[in-house]
């Protein structure tokens, strides 16, 4: 076999081959330098990274299922005190007005449940408590963990409990899952994750009382947080050049896709075990990955497992079509040997903060993602209170994330990441504004409202995203999970902040999204300063990153 002769011995190979899937080395305008393993070897982009990609991207449906479900799972629900036994025949609507409190004392009005914690007892004209239970109205829903176990009046806050838990689970399943995974490696973390998130998935929909539920819960979450956190890091490994910018962005849309599919199979099913079931039935598919994913082979690189890491290469060079000699000539071609290996015992979240520009990087990022956990799930709850549709004001921002999508590999790419993240949280902040003045119930379907927050939806695609990408670029390969789950664990942090801004508006309607509102500008702050990464190589190492930034080597 003829050596190409585009092959230069003291450098990589960088054959011109445009054609996606054949093109070795890489392309010298994009400053790449001989260290990056995967653009050397095979390719920017080919039938490899992008079967890799794809199955990545598929995991995000369940994440959609498991951190906004708890919208159909416990959805706003009238409910009135239980009629005794000698009114249990009359009908609703009477006994309703029959027993209504005078001037409406004793009536709640929180987010997540509406009704009468108490009654007008018409036998000795006097207020007592629900002592015969809840009836509710199963007009729209005709289950949920509401009706099932009456968490109404003294028992609503159970809900965000319910949802704090989750994300304390997501939190914990991060970072843990997350540090493990670089030590361990990525294929095989992920998919003691995908069959833990199966198995509590089916779990929660199945198990009779409510303590059960929030420990399976809780497991569910802690799986799902490392299935979120190892499957974007993989994305970000596989790919180089300009598609490390496009892929891990597109890798977000089925986020998107499985929140309208979540809203349209809750309209069929509305009991919330048989929504469960159905949606975590699917997700069981995804224990066929054992036989379809690799290991990230420059994970394998970077820790010096050399041999591994060429003997994935070379699977991958044949599913691209390519030359097999040529792909042993760029691994010779690439000078000196893998970067420092770290011991596990190194590999821990004290060296997030080992040197200056990579503990700046660290707070800066972690501060930001409590905001954009916080306005993620604080703002996708809200969704219930956007219009009157449930269903059509979830599905409608689960829509909002595709063209948001697109568009933020379009700006980030023309922009830069900085600029682009910071504009995105100004409009999101701008969006929960403009909310604020348009009432609810004013306007045929609420328009305004539901144009709105399909905005601030569009908007939070572009930055949530694109956050989840500049995170993993800032960060080395040695600690890309470390520092990623991290970011995660921050996140679910401003998660479980989320459900106690949703309760001040008791105080006022207006209140959450003002607090919503002005932290998204807060963040902007936070972003601005740190070093853009356009067109930048990923750093592998600790050292490369302070190198990068102007410092010398320790």
């Given at each position: 076999m003829s050596q190409n002769p585009n092959v230069k011995s003291e450098g990589i190979t960088v054959n011109k081959c445009h054609k996606i899937g054949r093109n070795y080395g890489t392309n010298r305008e994009n400053n790449i330098t001989q260290n990056d393993i995967i653009?050397?070897?095979?390719?920017?982009?080919?039938?490899?990274?992008c079967r890799m990609s794809t199955l990545m991207a598929l995991l995000r449906f369940p994440t959609a299922w498991i951190q906004l479900g708890i919208v159909f799972l416990a959805p706003p629900t009238e409910f009135w005190c239980k009629p005794p036994r000698e009114y249990k025949f009359m009908d609703v609507d009477k006994w309703k007005q029959l027993?209504?409190?005078?001037?409406?004392?004793?009536?709640?009005?929180?987010?997540?449940?509406?009704?009468?914690?108490?009654?007008?007892?018409?036998?000795?004209?006097?207020?007592?408590?629900?002592?015969?239970?809840?009836a509710y109205n199963r007009s729209?829903?005709?289950?949920?963990?509401?009706?099932?176990?009456?968490?109404?009046?003294?028992?609503?806050?159970?809900?965000?409990?319910?949802?704090i838990v989750l994300m304390f689970g997501v939190l914990i399943g991060s970072i843990w899952l997350g540090l493990a995974a670089d030590k361990l490696g990525r294929a095989r973390v992920l998919m003691f994750a995908i069959v833990s998130q199966s198995i509590f998935g089916l779990l929660t929909g199945i198990l009779p009382w409510f303590s059960t539920f929030l420990v399976s819960r809780f497991f569910l979450a802690v799986a799902n947080g490392g299935v979120s956190v190892i499957s974007f890091v993989l994305c970000m490994e596989v790919v180089g050049g300009a598609w490390r910018t496009i892929v891990p962005i597109l890798y977000h849309i089925p986020f998107g896709l499985g929140t309208s599919m979540m809203a349209f199979a809750a309209y069929f099913l509305r009991?919330?075990?048989?929504?469960?079931?159905?949606?975590?039935?699917?997700?069981a598919l995804y224990l066929s990955y054992i036989w379809m994913i690799s290991e990230s082979p420059r994970w394998l690189w970077v820790v010096g497992k050399k041999q591994e890491s060429i003997a994935i290469l070379e699977k991958a060079a044949c599913v691209n079509q390519l030359d097999l000699m040529q792909l042993k000539l760029a691994i010779d071609s690439i000078h000196g040997s893998p970067p420092v290996k770290y011991t596990n015992e190194e590999l821990g979240l004290r060296m997030l903060f080992k040197t200056p520009e990579l503990r700046s990087r660290t707070i800066k990022l972690c501060l930001s993602s409590v905001i954009s956990g916080m306005n993620f799930l604080g703002f996708s709850e809200y969704l219930?209170?956007?219009?009157?549709?449930?269903?059509?004001?979830?599905?409608?921002?689960?829509?909002?994330?595709?063209?948001?999508?697109?568009?933020?590999?379009?700006?980030?790419?023309?922009?830069?990441?900085?600029?682009?993240?910071?504009?995105a949280a100004c409009f999101i902040g701008m969006c929960f504004f403009g909310i604020c003045f348009f009432p609810l119930d004013v306007y045929k379907n609420d328009w305004p409202r539901i144009l709105l927050s399909g905005s601030g939806f569009f908007g939070m695609s572009i930055a949530y995203p694109a956050?989840?990408?500049?995170?993993?670029?800032?960060?080395?390969?040695?600690?890309?999970?470390?520092?990623?789950?991290?970011?995660?664990?921050?996140?679910?942090?401003?998660?479980?902040?989320?459900?106690?801004?949703?309760q001040s508006g008791e105080y006022a309607?207006?209140?959450?999204?003002?607090?919503?509102?002005?932290?998204?500008?807060?963040?902007?702050?936070?972003?601005?300063?740190?070093?853009?990464?356009?067109?930048?190589?990923?750093?592998?190492?600790?050292?490369?990153?302070?190198?990068?930034?102007?410092?010398q080597k320790n």
């Amino acid at each position: 076999m003829s050596q190409n002769p585009n092959v230069k011995s003291e450098g990589i190979t960088v054959n011109k081959c445009h054609k996606i899937g054949r093109n070795y080395g890489t392309n010298r305008e994009n400053n790449i330098t001989q260290n990056d393993i995967i653009e050397a070897t095979i390719g920017d982009f080919g039938r490899w990274q992008c079967r890799m990609s794809t199955l990545m991207a598929l995991l995000r449906f369940p994440t959609a299922w498991i951190q906004l479900g708890i919208v159909f799972l416990a959805p706003p629900t009238e409910f009135w005190c239980k009629p005794p036994r000698e009114y249990k025949f009359m009908d609703v609507d009477k006994w309703k007005q029959l027993t209504n409190i005078p001037n409406d004392t004793f009536k709640s009005h929180s987010t997540l449940e509406y009704g009468n914690c108490k009654m007008w007892y018409p036998a000795n004209g006097s207020v007592i408590p629900c002592i015969w239970g809840y009836a509710y109205n199963r007009s729209v829903i005709h289950s949920s963990i509401i009706t099932e176990w009456n968490l109404v009046c003294n028992k609503s806050h159970l809900i965000e409990f319910s949802q704090i838990v989750l994300m304390f689970g997501v939190l914990i399943g991060s970072i843990w899952l997350g540090l493990a995974a670089d030590k361990l490696g990525r294929a095989r973390v992920l998919m003691f994750a995908i069959v833990s998130q199966s198995i509590f998935g089916l779990l929660t929909g199945i198990l009779p009382w409510f303590s059960t539920f929030l420990v399976s819960r809780f497991f569910l979450a802690v799986a799902n947080g490392g299935v979120s956190v190892i499957s974007f890091v993989l994305c970000m490994e596989v790919v180089g050049g300009a598609w490390r910018t496009i892929v891990p962005i597109l890798y977000h849309i089925p986020f998107g896709l499985g929140t309208s599919m979540m809203a349209f199979a809750a309209y069929f099913l509305r009991d919330w075990r048989c929504l469960q079931l159905t949606l975590f039935g699917l997700s069981a598919l995804y224990l066929s990955y054992i036989w379809m994913i690799s290991e990230s082979p420059r994970w394998l690189w970077v820790v010096g497992k050399k041999q591994e890491s060429i003997a994935i290469l070379e699977k991958a060079a044949c599913v691209n079509q390519l030359d097999l000699m040529q792909l042993k000539l760029a691994i010779d071609s690439i000078h000196g040997s893998p970067p420092v290996k770290y011991t596990n015992e190194e590999l821990g979240l004290r060296m997030l903060f080992k040197t200056p520009e990579l503990r700046s990087r660290t707070i800066k990022l972690c501060l930001s993602s409590v905001i954009s956990g916080m306005n993620f799930l604080g703002f996708s709850e809200y969704l219930g209170q956007i219009s009157a549709n449930i269903y059509l004001g979830v599905a409608i921002g689960g829509i909002a994330v595709i063209p948001g999508s697109f568009t933020c590999i379009y700006v980030i790419n023309r922009y830069g990441r900085t600029m682009s993240i910071s504009c995105a949280a100004c409009f999101i902040g701008m969006c929960f504004f403009g909310i604020c003045f348009f009432p609810l119930d004013v306007y045929k379907n609420d328009w305004p409202r539901i144009l709105l927050s399909g905005s601030g939806f569009f908007g939070m695609s572009i930055a949530y995203p694109a956050l989840c990408l500049f995170t993993g670029e800032l960060f080395p390969t040695i600690l890309r999970n470390a520092g990623l789950g991290t970011t995660v664990m921050f996140s679910k942090l401003g998660s479980m902040i989320a459900p106690i801004v949703l309760q001040s508006g008791e105080y006022a309607t207006f209140v959450p999204l003002l607090i919503l509102g002005s932290t998204s500008f807060i963040q902007a702050a936070l972003v601005l300063p740190l070093p853009d990464t356009l067109n930048k190589r990923l750093p592998d190492t600790i050292e490369d990153v302070e190198e990068m930034h102007g410092y010398q080597k320790n």
